[in-house]
């Protein structure tokens, strides 16, 4: 993998901001044909569809957050002079070929290509097909930025392939793939570990809980869970079931505050056997395969524990591992949650719709990763490197 100076890759990022505020109504009459062919019958994809003026604002703001960023390449991790006389330097370096797969989202198409470039790396994207005409165009727009600075169009690839092709492709890449992100949900995530040859680093899917403690403030378990549910019903990071301890004081007319909350905000509500018998009008959650599924969409599970520990054994037992929120004045309630609780991100007080490289200072991200191996939570610039050592030696061998 050819090293690109920094300076020759924040020009093209420079030049990548000025297309894009140039031919913002292009890329937004791109977007409307998307638009129109749309069916509508996924509203969560739809408004992840959207390009308007803020989205593409929101674009260049991207990039430019990545610009300003120093370049991940070539940073000392660590350095040591060994006793041998060995000089031994372990830097980061790019991972060489990145392959995202994603629904919907035209401005994945901006994000995901600036953080592979910016750190080094040849990207393909997979967009889906609900937004061919989107991520064509902006595809157009990297292209007018590579070429502007005498770069070659393969740093930035758009794959145009259907479902059986781009199984021949994870299986029969053109060349190394050194990481695989599918950014979707479970079929997509399947679809891709099934087929592909390569490293799959998984990402997008939520499923995200909040335990009301007993020890809690409702009135701001109630601020925090509503806008963690109906903030952006489409994002990952939206919640999906509540948990509530049946040892809050006035217990039964706490969840009968939650009912009415929800159905003012027309969120459909599930209940189980326990809050079933206190909200007698709601529906039962059908089967244990709800508790682990992720909604996108106005509808929420209430749930009954009793006490901190039964609600960390269920949070790992269903979740997906992405976030998890606890409600409560006990500090020491929290950090034992919060580290008890195996989800990339762990929230005290606070809404988990916090969960995104942008809110957490992260900057752009290529997606949210829920694996263990190389990292969780938002992967950012500097999360799209692996490391090289550098050993320097003077004739010597081992003996």
């Known amino acids: 993998m050819k090293l690109i100076k920094t300076d020759t890759k924040n020009n093209v990022l420079k030049s990548m901001m000025n297309i894009l505020d140039k031919r913002r109504q292009e890329i937004i009459a791109a977007n409307k044909k998307d638009l129109d062919a749309f069916t509508k019958d996924d509203q969560a994809m739809y408004d992840r569809l959207i390009v308007d003026e803020k989205k593409v604002d929101g ?129 997509l995530i399947a679809f891709v570990k099934e087929h592909a040859t390569g490293a799959v680093l998984v990402s997008g899917r939520g499923n995200n809980f909040l335990y009301v403690s007993k020890n809690a403030d409702f009135e701001i378990a109630k601020k925090v869970m509503l806008n963690a549910k109906i903030d952006k019903i489409s994002g990952c990071n939206a919640l999906d079931k509540v948990l509530v301890d049946t040892n809050i004081e006035a217990y039964e007319s706490k969840l009968k505050e939650l009912e009415e909350l929800f159905n003012d905000n027309k969120v459909e509500i599930l209940v189980d056997e326990k809050v079933s018998e206190v909200l007698t009008d709601q529906t039962k959650v059908p089967s244990e395969d709800t508790w682990y599924e992720e909604f996108l969409a106005m509808k929420i599970v209430i749930g009954a524990v009793d006490g901190l520990d039964n609600s960390i054994e269920k949070i790992n037992q269903y979740s997906g591992g992405h976030s998890a929120s606890i409600i409560t004045t006990d500090k020491e309630e929290a950090i034992t949650f919060m580290e008890q609780v195996d989800s990339a991100a762990v929230y005290h007080n606070a809404s988990t719709r916090f969960t995104d490289g942008g809110q957490m200072g992260v900057g752009a991200e290529l997606a949210i990763s829920t694996d263990k191996l190389h990292h969780r939570g938002p992967l950012g610039l500097k999360q799209l490197v692996t490391n090289k050592y550098y050993i320097l030696g003077e004739g010597h061998v081992r003996v």
Request: hydrophobic share 35%; proline share 5%; aromatic share 6%.
């Open 59 to 187: 674009m260049i703001q991207s990039v430019k957050e990545v610009m300003e960023q120093d370049d991940p390449v070539g940073q000392v991790i660590e350095h040591r002079k060994l006793d041998t006389g060995l000089d031994i330097t372990n830097k980061t370096a790019p991972f060489g070929n990145i392959m995202i797969i994603y629904e919907s989202r035209p401005d994945v198409t901006i994000e995901a290509a600036v953080l592979a470039f910016k750190a080094n790396n040849k990207i393909y994207l997979k967009g889906g097909k609900e937004a061919i005409e989107s991520n064509k165009i902006l595809e157009e727009c990297w292209h007018e930025a590579l070429e502007e600075n005498e770069l070659g169009k393969e740093w930035i690839k758009l794959l145009h392939l259907d479902r059986t092709e781009t199984q021949e492709f994870l299986k029969n890449p053109p060349e190394q793939l050194d990481l695989i992100v599918p950014r979707g949900g479970e079929r």
